[in-house]
């Protein structure tokens, strides 16, 4: 087994400073998951009403699964771009296109 750990020549106040904002980044992942777990369950409610999905709850919640991403990267220190809200939000062009068909098997 091998140490990968790669030591930082940043002092600890830019360490605590990155902290910080990942503590507040971690309580937008909570809300961002909460969100998404409300609107899934829209989305299925709607889904078995009106026989089809709603395009644009879709589009949002991709765009906000493609945030928590974000988030997840820059909380486990794998990115270094700050996310919302110490960035803009990611946009439709941004994200990885949703399948055209949904299937259910």
Known sequence: MTNDTVSTTVDRGAILK???????????????????????????????????RSEPLRRFTNSLSHYGYRLMRYNTLNDNARPFPFARFPEDAECEEPAKQVLFK
């Open 18 to 52: 990155r902290f910080l904002v990942t503590l507040v980044c971690m309580i937008f992942f909570e809300v961002t998951g909460f969100i998404i777990q409300l609107a899934v369950l829209f989305q299925y409610g709607y889904l078995l009403i009106a026989k089809k």
